[in-house]
């Protein structure tokens, strides 16, 4: 079991930056795949990004990609979402991840494919 908590949320202008942190406790930190998610008001949870067990392999949802960048450090339990050029569009509660579902299958993208969830950390994008 792991248990995860967001840092790093905040409001921020068009155009800036933050980095998105998650801190997870418990065993075997670096068995787990990691994604992210976000969700905003009125709308269904959605994938963002994720990173295997390894952070050998990285994926991206298309709306972020070329300008997130998901990262992991096994020694540290920690798993980071860097953000940049953010966009009004990118406000919504973001929310850490994690599950042992197999490397290379296509559960990185589904909410349902993870067990173990953080409490989600706000970004506000002003325009």
């Known amino acids: 079991q792991v248990q995860l908590v967001e840092s790093g949320g905040g409001l921020v202008q068009a155009g800036g930056s933050l980095r998105l942190s998650c801190a997870a406790s418990?065993?075997?930190?670096?068995?787990?795949?990691m994604g992210w998610f976000r969700q905003a008001p009125g709308k269904e949870r959605e994938f963002v990004a994720a990173?295997?067990?390894?952070?050998?392999?990285?994926y991206y949802a298309d709306s972020v990609k070329g300008r997130f960048t998901i990262s992991r450090d096994n020694a540290k339990n920690t798993v980071t979402l860097q953000m940049n050029s953010l966009k009004p569009e990118d406000t919504a509660v973001y929310y850490c991840?994690?599950?042992?579902?197999?490397?290379?299958?296509?559960?990185?993208?589904?909410?349902?494919?993870?067990?173990?969830w953080g409490q989600g950390t706000q970004v506000t994008v002003s325009s």
């Open positions: 990173i295997t067990w390894n952070g050998g392999g990285t």
């Open positions: 991840a994690a599950d042992r579902f197999p490397e290379g299958s296509a559960s990185y993208y589904y909410t349902r494919s993870y067990d173990y």
């Open positions: 418990g065993r075997s930190f670096s068995s787990y795949q």
